[in-house]
Every structure is written in structure tokens, then in C-alpha cells.
Nanobody
Framework: QVQLVESGGGLVQAGGSLRLSCAASGRTFSTYAMGWFRQAPGKEREFVATINWSGASTYYADSVKGRFTISRDNTKNTVYLQMNNLKPEDTAVYSC?????????????????WGQGTQVTVSS
């Protein structure tokens, strides 16, 4: 079992930055990949970014590449999502997820555990 708690969401103007954090507990954190997903009102949940068990490999959705950075600190059992140059279309509930595997993946069905989500709102 893995428990995940996100923090760091909020309201920011377009062009601003936010850093999301996701604290994990339960299973040994350094044994599984992590991902960030988001869901805007009326839309399906979509992949944002993922990182492998060690933090050495990452992968991003095209819509956030170059603006968002995913990282992890295995000593703190925490994964981060640094979001820069935010746009109104980034407005969504952001959720972190713990994979069933050590390698990263953008496929939602590889993630077994989910946090409750944190709201990010970008005003124009």
C-alpha cells in the first residue's frame, strides 16, 4: 500500500510558477516510478509527467515540455512538479500517482495508487 498527499496548488497569474509536492508513505519509495496527471473540468484525466524509481529518467507530455520539471527526493519520499510559465490552459486538479513498476510510464493503467489532488488555477 502507498499513501500519497499532494500540496502546493493555488491561484497564480499567467506566466507565473508553482511547485507541487507529493509525499508518499507505505511501500519503499525508491522502488517505484511516480507520475503527475491532471484533470480539467469536463475533460478526461491526462498525463503530465513521469519519473523512474531513481530519478534518472523522466518523460513529459508535449503540452508541458520545457515548462514543467518533475523530480524526486528518495530521502524525503517526495516527488515534485515545478511548473513555470503557467498558462490558463494548465488550470486543473493535479494528482500524483505511484506506479506498480520501477520504470516510468505515461499509461494511466500502470499506476496503482493516487493522491487526492490539488487545484491549480491560472488566471489570464
Amino acid at each position: 500500500q502507498v499513501q500519497l498527499v499532494e500540496s502546493g496548488g493555488g491561484l497564480v497569474q499567467a506566466g507565473g510558477s508553482l511547485r507541487l509536492s507529493c509525499a508518499a508513505s507505505g511501500r519503499t519509495f525508491s522502488t517505484y516510478a511516480m507520475g503527475w496527471f491532471r484533470q480539467a473540468p469536463g475533460k478526461e484525466r491526462e498525463f503530465v509527467a513521469t519519473i523512474n524509481w531513481s530519478g534518472a529518467s523522466t518523460y513529459y507530455a508535449d503540452s508541458v515540455k520545457g515548462r514543467f520539471t518533475i523530480s524526486r527526493d528518495n530521502t524525503k519520499n517526495t516527488v515534485y512538479l515545478q511548473m513555470n510559465n503557467l498558462k490558463p490552459e494548465d488550470t486543473a486538479v493535479y494528482s500524483c500517482a505511484a506506479s506498480s513498476y520501477a520504470s516510468y510510464s505515461q499509461r494511466i493503467n500502470t499506476y496503482a495508487y493516487w493522491g487526492q489532488g490539488t487545484q491549480v488555477t491560472v488566471s489570464s
